[in-house]
């Protein structure tokens, strides 16, 4: 922010009021702007409180631990504001056009065919939890009762598709032929050697799908919201595996704000506040794994993603 001096004029004999009141006004005007730096609310400027505000794109952004964090934030000088969005396709473009300063909604598999597929390089500021992808259905009880021909719906998205996959693999209802990856597609099922069909759609719509399917492959974010219970998944991926790292939720920025201390004070303040916490695992039930991973870690694990997923490609 570049300063603008006013114009001093010669000395006079005498200042009017009007004058006076003026340049008291272009000071208070002045300074008052240096006081704030991203923006906030004329209550804060008014006391001259530094503050910075910071906009955040999520993917279910009514449930209430956003509001925790929010106020959580305001108590450390930081004006957080919270866009929802409808699906996951649109917080990473968002971010990388400057309309958002930072978004939270996915893993690091989901974020690396982002950038390979979009010549992007937004990064990983922070981690949060890694979160286990689930088998529901209102139709069966088990995954037993899940007859020859019946269809199965996944996620369409790549990332959480191949997830989705190995879970029905693991569940012994499809045959992957490349014994199964984080880059597996419908393509390599072996038909002649799995149980079900398997139909990707919008992960949104995998929910009410179900009362036309024998099961679905449900995100997360997803299942409560669509009257579910976790407890009565079918089958689950392991958030113990070692190999489910490109998994963890991440906090994520444009690379230029990677070492942002506002936002890695964000990032800090959503990792240490027990409210939030206690929020985000009310969210998913008690089934998310809350996890605190360097962020040098998170981006070599982001590099190794890209690199295999620009291999794949």
């Known amino acids: ?25 272009a000071i208070i005007a002045v300074v008052g702007g240096f006081l704030w730096s991203r923006g906030g609310d004329d209550a804060g400027a008014a006391s001259g409180e530094e503050r910075e505000k910071v906009v955040l794109g999520t993917v279910g ?18 004006d957080l504001e919270v866009k ?22 996915q893993h690091l598999v989901y974020l690396a065919e982002y950038n390979v ?10 981690s949060t939890a890694i979160y286990p992808l689930g088998l529901y259905s209102t139709e069966v009880d088990s995954v037993e009762e899940i007859q020859d021909g019946d269809t199965v719906v996944v996620p369409d998205d790549d990332s959480n598709q191949a997830r989705a996959l190995l879970i029905l693999q693991s569940a012994g209802l499809i045959t992957l032929t490349d014994g199964g990856s984080i880059y597996s597609t419908l393509a390599d099922i072996d038909e ?48 113990e595996d070692p190999n489910a790292l490109p998994y963890v939720n991440v906090f994520a920025v444009r690379a230029e704000d990677r070492d942002d201390p506002t936002l890695l004070k964000l990032v800090e303040i959503y990792q240490e506040t027990q409210a939030v916490l206690d929020g985000v695992q009310d969210v998913s039930g008690g089934t998310a794994e809350l996890v605190k991973v360097p962020q040098d870690e998170l981006q070599a694990s982001l590099d190794d993603v890209e690199a295999d997923t620009a291999a794949q490609k």
């Open 192 to 239: 002649s050697a799995s149980k079900v069909q398997v139909k990707a759609i919008k992960a949104d719509l995998t929910p009410t799908s179900l009362p036309d399917v024998a099961a679905a492959v449900i995100n997360n974010d997803f299942v409560e919201k669509a009257g579910l219970s976790f407890e009565d998944a079918l089958a689950t991926d392991d958030v």
């Open 61 to 78: 952004a009514s449930d209430p631990y956003w509001q925790v964090l929010v106020d959580a934030a305001a108590d450390e000088g930081i």
């Open 1 to 25: 922010m570049s300063e603008n001096h006013p114009q001093i004029a010669p000395p006079a004999k005498r200042r009017t009021p009007l004058l006076v009141g003026i340049a008291v006004l």
């Open 84 to 105: 929802d969005f409808a699906d996951y396709t649109q917080p990473n473009p968002a971010l990388s056009e400057g309309e958002l300063d930072i978004n939270q909604f």
């Open 117 to 126: 597929a979009n010549d992007d390089d937004i990064v990983p500021l922070g």
